[in-house]
């Protein structure tokens, strides 16, 4: 999975979670940038993210989380384990 088909994901998954399409996600996005962005909307987020790249993050990965950049490096290592496993 590409890095811009990361980041296309998780603009349809914030999209979904926050039911808003007026923020555009980049890497340095964090939950300062965004009204409403409160525990809720991060768990909802970092569970609707699992199920749209089909991939389980770890508890260290979600504590070493500070930004979507961190979110979609994340991503992209679960993606390229989970592609291994089914190889």
């Not at 890095?3 to 808003?20: C, H, M, S, W």
């Not at 389980?56 to 990965?61: W, Y």
Request: charged fraction near 25%; include cysteine.
């Amino acid at each position: 999975m590409t890095e811009p088909d990361i980041y296309a994901g998780l603009q349809t998954v914030f999209n979904a979670v926050f039911k808003r399409r007026d923020i555009t996600i980049t890497p340095q996005l964090s939950a300062r940038d965004v009204p409403g962005w409160d525990s809720f909307r991060y768990v909802s987020m970092i569970v609707a993210a699992e199920k749209h790249f089909r991939i389980k993050l770890t508890g260290a990965d979600i504590d070493e989380l500070n930004n979507i950049g961190d979110l979609a490096k994340v991503i992209a290592l679960r993606c390229a384990e989970r592609s291994k496993s089914t190889q």
